[in-house]
Structures are given as C-alpha cells and as structure tokens.
C-alpha cells in the first residue's frame, strides 16, 4: 500500500510542477508582449522605468494618471437598511479580482447609498484592481464589464480607449502585480496596501493602439492554449487524488487485500 501510494503520490507532485511551468511561462509571456512587443527585431531604447527597463523604440511611457480616472470606493454602514434593503445597483467586494472579469454581483445597494456614501458609478470598460490585505488579492486585477460601485478595498481604473486598449492595460496591470506589491510594502504607503496614488503614478508601456490590440489578441490566444492544457493537467491531479483516496478506503474495508 505505501508503495502504490507513494507511486500515486510523485505523479501528483511531477503534475503539479508542470502545472507551475505553464503559470510561469504564462507570466513571461505577458512580460514579454507588454514591456517588449511582438516584433523581436524591433529597435529598443530605455524606457527610464525601472520595472519596465527597455521598450520599442517607437513606443512612449506614461503615467497611468494621464490617460486614465482612478479612484476607489466605500461600505455604506449595515446598520442603515436603507442603504440596502431593495438596492438593485451592482456593489463589488475585494473577492472579484479572483476572477478574469467582473460580470456580476452578488450584493446590491440603493439609490441613496449611492448618493450619500460617497460610492462612485463606474462604466465599463474598466480595470478593477484589489489594494489591500496580505494575501495574493492585493494586486490582482480584473476587468469590470457591468456598470456598477465598489467597496474600500478596491480601485477602479477608466481609461481613455482613444489612448489605451482595455485588454492591453489589462495584461500590464497583470505584469505589474509583484511591482505594485513590493511598492505597498514600503515606507512611503500604508504597509499591505496601495495607494490611489502608487496607481495613478504607475508609469506603463503605450505602443501605438492598433498595436496594443495586436498584443491583447496574441496574448489572449496563446493563454487560451495553456488554460486549455492546465485544465487537463488539474483534471489529472483529480483523478489521481480519487485514485489514491479509494484506493486507501478499499484497503482499511478489507475490500482490497494488501499483503
């Protein structure tokens, strides 16, 4: 039994290393689209950004304040019904950055919560990224696409589409995810949290548009081919938890024999 066990159990672990290449090798590739393009013979030069170190030469920088609205939000008091009993507009917590886009709630608030606690109205498209905590939130990013407010734990990001593509601004939030992290951690912001500030001033890649789309679209593309495999992979990984967990039921029932 401990052998057939310890068989099962380094084929789970060798699947899950794979399952960490291909998230790896997912990060790189939105690293290198974003910061580097698709043309590899393209001329580079320095971008001056530290975490962005060099781009196309025909791409520009900038602050994230200059094409873009930023600001956060709040939670009425539960103590008032009024902010919430019979509330039919979308509120959003710190949980919808788990998720690749935000197309629902599950919480709902009033009209006059949304007059009297200061909650912004936020249109699609926008980038919803969370700001506190410790854990992996603080940083994730999601893309809004319903109309809807959001809690004190969350930022909202309206770009200017005449400027930046969505789904491009989408991958660098991606990209800068560990940047922002290690930058709320230091001494100039609230420990474990970013700052509206630390967003606004956030200076990013900007290719030309049309070019930005070409880059969401190759991205898009070739993280739809390795979801598809870390899907089967994490399917794996079930089957052989359920292959070891009935093995072991058989066993201590007598229904199997182990010596």
């Known amino acids: 039994m401990d052998s057939k066990t310890a068989e099962i159990d380094t084929l789970i672990a060798r699947k899950r290393r794979l399952r960490d290449r291909l998230a790896e090798k997912r990060t790189a590739l939105i690293t290198r689209a974003v910061t580097k393009g698709l043309d590899p013979d393209a001329p ?42 019979g509330g039919d507009y979308p509120w959003l917590n710190s949980g919808v950055v788990n998720k690749g886009s935000a197309t629902e709630a599950d919480q709902f608030v009033t009209e006059l919560a949304l007059r009297e606690c200061h909650l912004p109205i936020i249109d699609p498209p926008a980038i919803l990224l969370g700001i506190t905590g410790q854990g992996k939130t603080r940083g994730m990013a999601t893309k809004l696409e319903i109309q809807a407010t959001i809690n004190q734990h969350l930022v909202f990001v309206k770009p200017d589409e005449r400027v930046i593509d969505i789904d491009y601004l989408y991958a660098i939030f991606e990209r800068a995810y560990l940047y922002l992290r290690s930058e ?76």
């Open 184 to 259: 709320s951690d230091g001494g100039g912001s609230t420990k474990g949290a970013i700052t509206c500030s630390q967003v606004e001033n956030l200076c990013v890649p900007l290719p030309p548009v049309t070019e930005q789309r070409e880059i969401a679209l190759a991205l898009q593309e070739s993280q739809a081919k390795l979801h598809g495999v870390s899907r089967k992979i994490g399917k794996a990984i079930e089957r052989l938890e359920e292959y070891r967990s009935a093995l072991i039921t058989n066993a201590v029932t007598g229904q199997i024999k182990v010596a």
């Open 44 to 85: 580079m030069k320095d971008s001056g950004i530290e975490w962005l170190g060099e781009i196309p030469a025909h791409w520009r920088a900038s602050r994230v304040k200059f094409f873009a609205a930023v600001g956060n939000g709040s939670t009425p008091s539960r103590e008032n019904a009024d902010y919430w009993v």
